[in-house]
């Protein structure tokens, strides 16, 4: 049920994002995702200035 209403609510649910930052030291770092939401929150918390949220490919 809880799969269905994230279909209908996210407009592009059956895509693939990545998260990328880079920390304090300099270090890159990618997260992979398969909802937009959870990019989403995931991005909005990360406290550092050089972050990006990207899509990458489509789902089936």
Known sequence: ??????EVTDTFSMSEWNVIWI??????????FYWKTEARKFYDHLPYMNKKM?????GI
């Not at 049920?1 to 994230?6: D, V």
């Not at 920390?23 to 992979?32: A, M, T, V």
């Not at 990207?54 to 489509?58: D, K, P, T, V």
Request: hydrophobic fraction near 30%; charged fraction near 40%.
């Open 23 to 32: 920390d304090d030291e300099g270090k890159s770092h990618k997260q992979y």
């Open 1 to 6: 049920m809880i799969g269905l209403i994230r």
């Open 54 to 58: 990207e899509r990458i490919g489509w």
